[in-house]
């Protein structure tokens, strides 16, 4: 499958640090969405990147795509106490139906104040 | 963007039982999507729901464990039926947005006993 995969699992850091997460993918993609979760609940789309990008942002994130290592990483920059999630890389296959997405088993960040 | 409504939020079932979860968009698409999302991993796609025909179902999900409605362009259940334990999970249905990211629900919180 293309199932993204997340790096680290779980993270760890105070306010104000930045938090930065990683994801790898197997297969060529259309594009590369992060998500992000709240307390198991309903997952909220933060940003997306095409497969011809190689960075952009979008406020404190900042995700970088680099196709050659079939990788992603999501930057989040001067990180809150609000920013605790777990947070999902999916990708979308070249040819894939809109809407099916893989999705990773996603990075636990939590932020203390 | 789309709102979605889905109920209920969670649920706690017998082995055996079945259980409908309601899925309810705040404006006309084309496809709705429902995805699982077991314990501790990543979220799977079931199917995708067209209205007026039948569901595109994922492998390994049938029609017989997972039956779904779509009645109209704004409203979808999924059925899990004759539950197993195994079956507890986040159940979540989404919509495709512009620039195809998905627009998830707040989730079903499903626990089989």
């Known amino acids: 499958s293309q199932q993204g995969e997340e790096d680290p699992q779980a993270l760890s850091i105070q306010e104000g640090e930045n938090a930065t997460m990683n994801c790898s993918y197997k297969t060529s993609i259309n594009n590369l969405q992060w998500y992000r979760q709240n307390s198991g609940r309903g997952l909220v789309h933060l940003i997306l990147?095409?497969?011809?990008?190689r960075e952009k942002h979008s406020g404190r994130l900042r995700v970088t795509l680099d196709t050659s290592k079939k990788s992603s990483s999501l930057l989040i920059t001067a990180s809150r106490a609000a920013d605790t999630a777990s947070y999902f890389c999916?990708?979308?296959?070249?040819?894939?139906?809109?809407?099916?997405?893989?999705f990773g088993r996603g990075t636990q960040l939590t932020v203390w104040p | 963007s789309a709102v979605i409504s889905q109920k209920p939020s969670r649920d706690i079932c017998q082995r055996g039982t079945s259980l409908t979860i309601q899925c309810q968009v705040d404006?006309?698409?084309?496809?709705m999507f429902w995805y699982r999302q077991q314990p501790g991993q990543s979220l799977t796609l079931i199917a995708t729901?067209?209205?007026?025909?039948?569901?595109?179902?994922e492998s390994g999900f049938v029609i017989d464990k997972f039956p779904i409605s779509r009645p109209n362009l704004t409203f979808s259940t999924l059925t899990v039926s004759n539950m197993s334990p195994e079956d507890s999970s986040i159940y979540l249905c989404?919509?495709?947005?512009?620039?195809?990211?998905?627009?998830f629900g707040s989730g079903t919180q499903l626990s089989v006993l």
């Open positions: 990147i095409r497969s011809n990008e």
């Open positions: 989404s919509v495709g947005g512009t620039n195809e990211k998905l627009f």
């Open positions: 999916a990708t979308s296959d070249r040819g894939s139906t809109l809407g099916r997405l893989y």
């Open positions: 404006s006309q698409v084309t496809m």
């Open positions: 729901a067209n209205q007026g025909s039948e569901a595109t179902y």
